[in-house]
């Protein structure tokens, strides 16, 4: 009897690789499994599952996790406003893990001895599924054929063509991760400092030029309507801004930035829907939060960004983290208004009853209700008494230096 070993599938260059190889080369019954995190449609599914049978997988399972996507790691990312290196919505990075314990716990139900990835010995990747393979099935053993082989996407694209495999391999150049939280695109220019990405190598084309208004309803931190249309569901209000800000070809960037192992890396990213809900809600909080629920946010969000990058999503820590970025969501309640035009957007302004500006205290640069000159002229003098006594101690010690 053939054992058998689950594949973390996606139908791209490295895992159809994995399948035809563990299956020719090691004789083994591969299970292939896609964990969808919200990037396929029907149809792309569909051509997914009929390729990984047509390289000899004996099952082929699509496992849609991208509610629990969005509850357990969009939603945080969003009120914690994460931007790794205040660019990237790390959107592969945090589907990562999401996917990993989905195939983790399919092997565990089919009685798989062995899981098997794609990835390369030189990502971030490797860590994040090896890791959490590891942590929730310890007893299964983990397969890495085109890390341990040390293989190009030449060999493998030259390994599938010899072997019969029809499939569009200019397109297989560059590794292309699609997900509701955003696209991420690596290979040839990515792998230098001096390139950037051509036009035709992102999944989505502008097809806009005319600006138009975009309005984001926010309500406890969570997106709630868009253009004034209610979505209960969440992932369809993503699916909306994600459609109408990609039509004007906004939130494209590389990302340059530290793998968990140690080396600098590149990767291109579209994500108009992350980049637009996440710097709406900013703006939001700006109006709706204090500034020191402001300052604490920005720490939380950053380590929180951080260790979800860094493939600590299980440590116990996450979930106080997560406790905190939650009550601070009280009042993020209100609509953000935002201009769309070709490849970039304009935060507008916000409307909300929770808005700490529209106060009977003063406004800003212009007229002072809540307190008159005399107190502004004590409340400078208090203010300055750290200062003022560090200086007059410094002069005289210089003084008697001097002296």
Not at 328 to 351: A, R
């Amino acid at each position: 009897m053939k054992e058998k070993v689950v594949l973390a599938y996606s139908g791209g260059l490295d895992t159809s690789f994995c399948v035809k190889y563990l299956t020719e080369e090691k004789g083994y019954e591969v299970y292939t499994a896609l964990a969808n995190t919200g990037g396929f449609s029907d149809e792309e599914l569909k051509t997914i599952e009929e390729k990984a049978y047509q390289l000899g997988a004996v099952k082929h399972v699509a496992l849609d996790i991208t509610g629990d996507y969005y509850e357990k790691s969009i939603k945080y990312m969003v009120y914690g406003n994460i931007l790794r290196n205040g660019t990237y919505p790390i959107s592969v990075s945090s589907e990562r893990t999401f996917q990993a314990i989905a195939i983790i716990n399919y092997a565990k139900e089919v009685g798989a001895k062995y899981v098997a990835h794609g990835s390369t010995g030189a990502g971030n990747d490797q860590v994040r599924f090896d890791l959490t393979f590891q942590i929730l099935a310890p007893e299964i053993e983990i397969i890495t054929p085109t890390r341990d082989m040390i293989l190009t996407r030449e060999y493998e694209i030259n390994y599938l063509k010899e072997r019969g495999f029809v499939a569009d391999f200019k397109k297989l150049e560059y590794s292309i991760n699609k997900g509701l939280w955003g696209t991420s695109i690596g290979g040839k220019e990515t792998l230098k400092s001096n390139q950037t990405l051509p036009e035709e190598a992102y999944p989505s084309q502008v097809v806009k030029h005319d600006s138009e208004t975009l309005t984001i309803d926010f309500v406890k931190g969570e997106i709630a309507a868009v253009n004034g249309e209610a979505f209960d569901n969440k992932v369809d209000a993503i699916r909306k801004v994600e459609e109408i800000g990609s039509a004007y070809g906004i939130g494209r960037d590389m990302h340059i930035g530290d793998t968990i192992i140690g080396i600098k890396g590149r990767v291109g990213f579209e994500a108009a829907g992350p980049l637009l809900i996440i710097n709406a809600h900013k703006m939001l909080e700006k109006h709706c939060l204090t500034k020191w629920q402001q300052y604490w946010k920005d720490q939380i969000g950053t380590w929180y960004g951080m260790f979800l990058h860094e493939a600590q999503y299980l440590e116990p820590v996450m979930r106080d983290l997560e406790a905190f970025l939650e009550s601070s969501q009280k009042n993020v309640n209100g609509k953000v208004i935002i201009e769309l035009h070709p490849h970039y957007y304009t935060l507008v302004g916000v409307e909300s009853d929770y808005d700490l500006m529209k106060t009977d205290f003063g406004e800003y640069g212009e007229v002072n209700k809540a307190w008159d000159a005399d107190d502004m002229k004590g409340f400078v003098k208090i203010m300055g008494n750290q200062m003022k006594i560090h200086q007059s101690v410094q002069n005289r010690v210089a003084k008697s230096k001097e002296q």
